[in-house]
């Protein structure tokens, strides 16, 4: 079953490593295994399928990325993939830095210059590191491929991405720089196939998932994005605040005397979706939940992207197509709807019916503005991209 041109693609998260395994055929790369390791650092379960079968769903203790690692290459093996059969590893590292615009095969150098940007994504970068080094520990003649959620957003103007500090501290890396980049990358990548007329001028692209935000993609470019410098900028999101008055942490800490550990918990773990219903961070389970409280949770949750969605719009000078990605934005069908009439004043038709049903077009016919859904698949996007540094 192995053969030397298969690519092998990590996803790594704080808690989790996705996986996939593609062929890397002439035209692009065919997808044949995806799965996950969750649960790291606690009980935690190990899934993994063919493409278009039924596959394995079992309990599974990963200490760390490390042995998460090791223990997905050890499952690979024994359906047939075993390391000598694959031709590189694709990774998605969160933070390019500024510096990395696109891609990059992975030596000792540049490994240390991402380590280096973890203070700038603390709770994505270590664990991206992690699993690089423990491939490399286990493949060390692997090539491997750094891709980057930051590099979509590098074409986005330096007024739109600069931060009103003192220049001594900007220097120091300060400025916004954009993330779900390798989604919006997918978003670009599969929309005309799916309109069946080419690429719109003027994308509002919307990954909504437990991280959230907001792209505007102009001929097929970043102009604008809700996240900023870090990854809470923006919608609000599962546990995450988005965007808030730094007033108020200024507030924080001389009032109520917190530490800047306190608040990272705060505006990471413990706001957004869970703080607002005081019930859950899913949406799935606030959707289903006829309590006030709940519900005030989603409405906060919408208004808050038709809000920036105005901003997005503004950068892009006008609106010719809304795409739906992630977790939410695929599935969460009264979300959508309630977004798409929040931006009924751009001309957006909704067809609810197709929305209801999840159908790949959302907008009614003879909508001025269409509206579409994408799944997500950034593991698709890395296995292009490692491909195409490895040609």
């Known amino acids: 079953m192995t053969t030397a041109r298969n690519l092998l693609?990590?996803?790594?998260?704080?808690?989790?490593?996705?996986?996939?395994?593609?062929?890397?055929?002439?035209?692009?790369?065919?997808?044949?295994?995806?799965?996950?390791?969750?649960?790291?650092?606690?009980?935690?379960?190990?899934?993994?399928?063919?493409?278009?079968?039924?596959?394995?769903?079992?309990?599974?203790?990963?200490?760390?990325?490390?042995?998460?690692?090791?223990?997905?290459l050890a499952w690979l093996a024994d359906a047939g993939y075993g390391l000598d059969g694959f031709s590189g590893?694709?990774?998605?590292v969160v933070h390019g830095g500024g510096v990395y615009a696109a891609s990059t095969r992975i030596t000792d150098e540049i490994l240390d210059e991402l380590a280096g940007f973890a203070r700038l994504a603390p709770h994505h970068q270590p664990h991206s590191i992690a699993a690089i080094e423990a491939l490399r520990e286990l493949a060390p003649e692997l090539p491997q491929i750094a891709c980057f959620d930051?590099?979509?957003?590098?074409?986005?103007?330096?007024?739109?991405?600069?931060?009103?500090?003192?220049?001594?501290?900007?220097?120091?890396?300060?400025?916004?720089?954009?993330?779900?980049?390798?989604?919006?990358?997918?978003?670009?990548?599969?929309?005309?196939?799916?309109?069946?007329?080419?690429?719109p001028a003027r994308v509002l692209a919307c990954h909504l998932g437990n991280g959230a935000s907001l792209c505007a993609i102009r001929d097929g470019t970043s102009v604008a994005t809700t996240m900023g410098f870090s990854t809470l900028d923006?919608?609000?999101?599962?546990?995450?605040?988005?965007?808030?008055?730094?007033?108020?942490?200024?507030?924080l800490m001389s009032a109520e005397g917190m530490s800047a550990s306190a608040l990272e918990r705060l505006l990471y773990d413990q706001s957004g979706l869970l703080a607002l219903s005081g019930v859950s961070a899913d949406m799935r389970q606030l959707l289903a939940d006829t309590s006030a409280d709940a519900a005030f949770a989603v409405e906060v949750y919408c208004t808050a992207i038709a809000r920036h969605a105005g901003a997005m719009?503004?950068?892009?000078?006008?609106?010719?197509?809304?795409?739906?990605?992630g977790g939410i934005g695929e599935n969460a069908a009264p979300i959508r709807e309630k977004v798409m009439r929040t931006l009924a004043w751009t001309g957006l038709a909704v067809d609810r019916q197709a929305n209801d049903r999840g159908e790949a077009r959302?907008?009614?016919?003879?909508?001025?503005?269409?509206?579409?859904?994408?799944?997500?698949?950034e593991e698709g996007v890395i296995a292009a991209e490692t491909m195409s540094l490895l040609r």
């Open 150 to 199: 930051t590099a979509f957003h590098a074409t986005i103007p330096e007024v739109a991405t600069v931060l009103p500090l003192p220049r001594v501290l900007r220097e120091t890396g300060l400025r916004r720089y954009g993330f779900h980049g390798l989604s919006y990358a997918n978003v670009v990548r599969r929309l005309p196939a799916v309109s069946g007329a080419g690429l």
């Open 362 to 377: 959302l907008s009614a016919p003879g909508s001025p503005v269409a509206a579409y859904i994408i799944a997500a698949d």
């Open 313 to 325: 719009i503004s950068a892009m000078q006008g609106l010719d197509a809304v795409v739906f990605t």
């Open 89 to 92: 590893a694709g990774h998605r």
């Open 9 to 72: 693609v990590f996803n790594a998260g704080s808690s989790s490593l996705k996986f996939a395994v593609f062929e890397a055929a002439d035209g692009s790369p065919t997808p044949r295994l995806r799965g996950a390791a969750s649960g790291i650092g606690r009980s935690g379960r190990f899934t993994a399928a063919p493409e278009g079968q039924a596959g394995v769903d079992t309990d599974a203790d990963f200490t760390d990325h490390a042995a998460a690692i090791a223990y997905v």
């Open 234 to 251: 923006g919608l609000v999101m599962a546990t995450r605040s988005g965007a808030i008055d730094p007033g108020v942490l200024l507030h």
